[in-house]
């Protein structure tokens, strides 16, 4: 039998676009089973909650976000899933209303508990904990056919075994599960046919996709999406730049679909930090990678992520991460300021910085960021070239879209651009996005 259409699901969702990727999945498995999905923001008769525990305040926001959907309808049906529920879930069944609590083992489940519900259920007394080993798990098997206007997350690949010392993600996600590959390329290739423009293969350490399955590695899947009829654009998740190497950078060079802009998971540029977060290489392995992919990509365009004030960072090792960041010439950069997070070899390291410094060093480095993206889109605006667009957003007669190689560009226009490719020639730039003119 079918549901009231009025049993409607509410999923706030915390943190990557892995987990991004994985309530989309729960979305469409809640619409097979006769839910309706609203925006969480309204009053639902269920909720769920995909929470992130990367930092204490993830974890902060997961028990905000709980508590604010059982006080928006505290008859709603409540269940909590993702990292957080992973590594803490007592924590989770501590807070009073909450129904079920789900590990990263069997994410869908939250779906079918859901629908359980709406089928004659009622609240739990105490929560239901399912939360397995998730060492010895497999990947978990879900694919998703809905996107938004222009892009759809894939998610490729799952766990971490990497152990960085600030990192608590592979105890929240396991060891690496790769996606079957033909189950992948099925997928990628019925949202292609429902008109997704815009792939992003992800995953908690998209580099390590293949590692664990014969005779298939990045490059590989990346090969074999590329011939898939009518692909668009492909983009990669976060990678470590231990990844480039001559033969990976050979292999995917000459592929049409692979968007030229690579999100580089850098952290720091100084060798002494970098061996401290116990990272797979060094200042000068990050910076071959950057000219691996220059010298055989045209105008690739690379963004990253930095920690500034890890524990024992010096003067110098900033200074350090500086100077790297300015010679790499990144297009943005993602700045954080260490956060110790209890059950991590750095939470006890020596040397832990004040606030102020890392807020100082923060500051510091983002003047010389902005510095960098401005300079790089004024030569982009003197090149007069004409560039094509996808187009994303439509706002006050304004398109926003990103190019091929990532650059942010605004047109004026009468109509709503979204979802569609446009010439454009460069105009201006405010150092922060490019501002163009449409082609006729």
Do not use: W
């Not at 997704?196 to 490059?219: F, H, Q, W």
């Not at 954080?336 to 510091?364: I, N």
């Not at 010389?368 to 982009?380: D, F, P, S």
Request: glycine share 6%.
């Amino acid at each position: 039998m079918d549901l009231d259409r009025k049993r409607t699901v509410g999923i706030y969702t915390l943190g990557c676009k892995v987990n991004q990727y994985e309530s989309e999945a729960i979305a469409e498995a809640l619409c097979k089973g006769g839910a309706t999905i609203l925006s969480p923001s309204q009053i639902c008769d269920a909720y769920v909650i995909n929470t992130c525990t990367v930092t204490a305040e993830s974890d902060r926001k997961a028990r905000q976000f709980i508590r604010r959907a059982i006080s928006k309808n505290p008859e709603a049906f409540i269940v909590v899933t993702g990292c957080f529920a992973q590594t803490s879930p007592q924590s989770i069944a501590n807070i009073s209303g909450v129904d079920v609590i789900i590990g990263n083992t069997d994410k869908l489940l939250a779906a079918e508990k859901i629908i359980e519900f709406f089928y004659g259920g009622k609240k739990n007394e105490a929560p239901q904990i399912i939360v397995n080993d998730i060492e010895n798990s497999s990947f978990e098997q879900m694919s998703i056919t809905r996107f938004d206007r222009t892009r759809a997350y894939v998610k490729i690949e799952d766990g971490c075994e990497n152990k960085c010392t600030y990192c608590i993600i592979p105890y929240a996600r396991g060891k690496v599960r790769s996606k079957d590959p033909y189950e992948l390329i099925r997928e990628v290739e019925e949202l292609v046919a429902g008109g997704c423009r815009e792939i992003v293969l992800t995953g908690i350490e998209t580099a390590s996709y293949g590692k664990d399955l014969e005779n298939v590695d990045l490059a590989d899947i990346l090969c074999r999406v590329d011939k898939i009829k009518g692909i668009g654009r492909v983009r990669l998740g976060s990678l470590d730049p231990s990844l480039i190497k001559p033969d990976f950078v050979k292999k995917i060079s000459s592929l049409s679909c692979l968007a030229p802009h690579f999100h580089l998971s850098l952290q720091s540029g100084s060798d002494r930090v970098l061996a401290l977060m116990k990272r797979k290489y060094n200042s000068k392995m990050a910076m071959r990678a950057i000219e691996l992919l220059r010298a055989e990509i045209p105008n690739v365009k690379f963004t990253t992520d930095v920690i500034v004030g890890f524990p024992g960072e010096t003067e110098e090792d900033f200074i350090n991460t500086c100077e790297f960041v300015k010679m790499a010439g990144f297009l943005t950069v993602h700045i954080f300021p260490y956060s110790r997070r209890d059950g991590t070899p750095a939470a006890t390291m020596a040397d832990q910085l004040p606030t102020d410094v890392k807020s100082r060093r923060l500051h510091e480095l983002e003047d010389i960021c902005a510095t960098v993206t401005k300079e790089l889109l004024e030569r982009e605006v003197a090149s007069s070239s004409v560039r094509t667009v996808l187009f994303e957003t439509y706002e006050n007669g304004h398109a926003y879209g990103h190019t091929d190689d990532f650059i942010e560009v605004c047109v004026r226009s009468a109509t709503d651009l979204r979802s569609t490719l446009r010439k454009v020639s460069f105009e201006s730039t405010d150092g922060k996005l490019i501002f163009a003119k449409l082609q006729e």
